[in-house]
């Protein structure tokens, strides 16, 4: 197990952009795929990005897709989610998670997870 510790969350303005950190300890940081999901209330967790283990590849949902870039830096333990052009609907909890098997973008894939950030997108 992994363990994970997101930062950087907070109110911003439509428009506005607000970097995610997530610090991982525990076992071997490059041996896990990382991903961000958000969860706004009374909705189910959804899938906002991924990243290989590498970092050479990365797939985001079609909502972020050219607004939100995942990164990761396997020397500092920490997976990034840069978040610009940012919209009200972008208002959530997100989370960092670890994945051990096959990258994937399925929330059941993914092990371990971080308690979360809050982000308010404000109109």
């Known amino acids: 197990q992994v363990q994970l510790v997101e930062s950087g969350g907070g109110l911003v303005q439509a428009g506005g952009s607000l970097r995610l950190s997530c610090a991982a300890s525990?076992?071997?940081?490059?041996?896990?795929?990382m991903g961000w999901f958000r969860q706004a209330p009374g909705k189910e967790r959804e899938f906002v990005a991924v990243i290989s283990r590498s970092g050479d590849s990365s797939f985001y949902a079609d909502s972020v897709k050219g607004r939100f870039t995942i990164s990761r830096d396997n020397a500092q333990n920490t997976v990034y989610l840069q978040m610009n052009s940012l919209k009200p609907e972008g208002t959530a909890v997100y989370y960092c998670?670890?994945?051990?098997?096959?990258?994937?973008?399925?929330?059941?894939?993914?092990?371990?997870w971080g308690q979360g950030t809050q982000v308010t997108v404000s109109s």
């Open positions: 525990g076992r071997t940081f490059s041996s896990y795929y």
């Open positions: 998670a670890a994945g051990a098997s096959v990258l994937s973008t399925s929330v059941r894939r993914f092990g371990s």
